[in-house]
């Protein structure tokens, strides 16, 4: 399953292909996420699009999109709505929920290519599915764990840190583990 264990760098002339998991592959897509992710996987909540990188016909990487945060103050004081007008215009925005490499994989810039490929076809997927088009995406980056750099080489602006909390159940829980947004 990976292409390749040490360090190589992506030419013009590979074929790297990001597209929608046909439904037979969502199950791999979850497995695969589940036990590779280091957040796991379980479920996404909402209006989701789960995307497979496939590079000279092997799987490399795995995306996942799903519907973007209630609450993101940074976000919300950013693009400058008001509470009403948020939950009109709040399923226009998409969250990056899940970004996967899979182990074994070590090419140079493949994360900012596959956001490219993925975002270049998101919204017009996302309308197909459920109606309405994407206008603006966001993430949550764990810095302990990166640095956001194939965010910021994909032109990506990192807004502020969240406040460490979670949501799980409806319900909002202390976490302690701010992430940058």
Not at 2 to 9: C, D, G, L, N, V
Not at 26 to 54: F, I, P, Q
């Amino acid at each position: 399953m990976a292409k390749e264990t040490a360090t190589s760098t992506l030419s013009r002339a590979d074929v790297l292909e990001v597209r929608l998991a046909g439904r037979e592959e969502e199950s791999e897509w979850d497995k695969l996420m589940s036990s590779c992710h280091y957040l796991g996987y379980r479920r996404t909540v909402g209006e989701s699009l789960k995307y497979l990188a496939v590079l000279e016909g092997e799987i490399v990487a795995l995306i996942g999109w799903s519907s973007a945060a209630f609450k993101n103050i940074h976000r919300d004081k950013w693009i400058g709505w008001l509470p009403a007008i948020q939950w009109k215009r709040l399923k226009f925005i998409a969250s990056n929920s899940r970004f996967l490499i899979l182990p074994g994989v070590r090419i140079r810039n493949l994360a900012s290519r596959i956001l490219s490929l993925n975002l270049s076809r998101l919204s017009s997927d996302w309308e197909r599915a459920y109606g309405y088009p994407v206008v603006m995406v966001e993430t949550f980056v764990d810095p302990a764990r990166f640095k956001g750099t194939c965010y910021r080489a994909s032109a990506w602006q990192e807004l502020g840190s969240t406040q460490g909390f979670g949501r799980n159940g409806g319900k909002y829980y202390y976490h302690g583990n701010p992430k940058m947004r």
